[in-house]
């Protein structure tokens, strides 16, 4: 049975933790940060957890890193 191949969007954009969730980066932060709140800028930094549900679709796309 051959390997399956894990998305390579996926694997250069999330992180899984070691109980399992996936870590990403906030979104919004890009360009544009003109127009955006200070209090915005403020809470996006750094990286988020994703929700359950999301976490799902990223699973199927990594299907080793669990």
């Known amino acids: ?3 399956m191949k894990t998305k390579a969007s996926a694997k250069k954009r999330f992180k899984a933790t070691a109980t399992g969730k996936i870590k990403s980066a906030q979104a919004g932060k890009r360009h544009g940060m003109i127009k955006r709140s ?3 800028i403020r809470d996006a930094r750094g ?4 929700s359950e549900a999301d976490t799902k679709i990223v699973k199927t796309y990594m299907p080793y890193d669990r």
């Open 1 to 3: 049975m051959p390997k």
């Open 38 to 40: 200070n209090k915005f």
């Open 47 to 50: 990286t988020m957890v994703l």
